[in-house]
């Protein structure tokens, strides 16, 4: 869209099934390089990421041509196949249906990103 400016700043947040503290920290660098590169390749711009063993969230510049629900849905089945080929857990793993999306303006990237 030539002459479409935006800024619109999602943190979106997802939890393991059942909250099952699964996440380890050996490989939940390698998990977030990947979920980076997901969101990279949808034409999104990771700006911080992060998580519990538990969960993750991450923050993201989007597009305004960007559908959240379908880029959610990318990353998390992605990232399912991801961890299970990788073997990272003994432990079936799954995400929990559903996630948390908030929005924020830019002058609370600073905090939020700390």
């Known amino acids: ?19 099952q503290s699964i996440i380890q920290t050996d490989w939940e660098e390698r998990l977030y390089r990947y979920i980076t590169g997901i969101v990279q390749n949808k034409g999104q711009k990771m700006l911080a990421i992060n998580g519990m063993p538990d969960h993750i969230h991450f923050l993201i510049g989007m597009r305004p041509s960007c559908c959240l629900s379908d880029l959610v849905r990318e990353v998390k089945k992605s990232t399912n196949d991801f961890i299970k080929e990788n073997k990272f857990t003994r432990f079936r793993f799954n995400w929990q249906e559903g996630y948390g999306a908030f929005s924020y303006n830019h002058s609370q990237l600073d905090w939020i990103i700390a």
């Open 1 to 19: 869209m030539a002459g479409t400016y935006s800024q619109i700043y999602i943190q979106i947040i997802f939890a393991v099934r059942g909250r």
